[in-house]
Structures are given as C-alpha cells and as structure tokens.
C-alpha cells in the first residue's frame, strides 16, 4: 500500500489576501479555483509538493480562531532569509528571524500569514 499527503485546506477571513500572501509573497502557483453558492476556495502549488486549498465562506468576516490542534506548517525554500523578508513585506508577523541551526544542518524563520497560521521556512545547508 502507497500512501502520501496531497493538500491540505486552511480558512481564510481574506481570500484575495491570502492569495496574494500564498502566490506573490511564498511563490506557489494557483492550480485551482472553486465557487460555489456558500464558499470560493483557491488552491496553490509547486510541481510534485503538497498543495494548500485556501477556503473562504461567505459571510464569515471575523477573524479566524485559532485553536490549539494547529501549530505550524512547514515551507521548505533555497533562500530562507529572501522568503522570510517577502512574507514579511506581504503582510506577515515575524515570529523568528532566519537563524542556523546546526544541529540539523538547516536555517529556519518562523512568520505568521495574515490569517495568523505559523509557517515555519527551511533552507538546508548541505
């Protein structure tokens, strides 16, 4: 048996936000866009990754709650400091400033979307 992650979907109080964050800022591309009569959802993507299916629902205009089942989700880039510097001009809130980790051979920033979900961005330094 064979079995892999596809997408995962996150809502979003913004979609047009949350896009220009995802595709301008990150680099993933739109694979997909959906409407329908209670919801519109985008969905963004590199080649052979997981995808991110951002869902917005008409009439929900506060801000996402945030629970504690979400902590972050990971972004794996070639340039660490360049990605953390756009997702900051785009909109996001530094959490951790690019730093080396030389345990894992790796460096690491942490920033929050404008929706406030944690993407944690990993360059590694092999």
């Known amino acids: ?6 997408q995962y979907c996150i809502n979003v109080a913004n ?6 964050f995802y595709h301008d800022a990150i680099g993933l591309e739109i694979t997909n866009r959906i409407e329908e009569e209670n919801f519109r959802e985008t969905i963004l993507g590199t080649d052979g990754g997981a995808r991110i299916q951002l ?5 929900h205009d506060e ?12 972004v794996y880039t070639d340039d660490c400091k360049g990605l953390f510097a756009r997702a900051i001009e785009a909109g996001g809130e530094s959490v ?28 590694n330094d092999e």
């Open 15 to 20: 979609m047009e936000r949350a896009v220009a």
């Open 55 to 59: 869902a917005y629902h008409f009439g």
């Open 63 to 74: 801000p996402i709650e945030h629970v504690n089942s979400f902590w972050k989700h990971y």
């Open 1 to 6: 048996m064979k079995t892999t992650l596809g």
């Open 96 to 123: 951790l400033e690019p730093m080396v980790l030389e345990r894992w051979n790796c460096t690491v920033a942490m920033v929050k979307d404008p929706d406030g979900y944690q993407l944690e961005i990993i360059e």
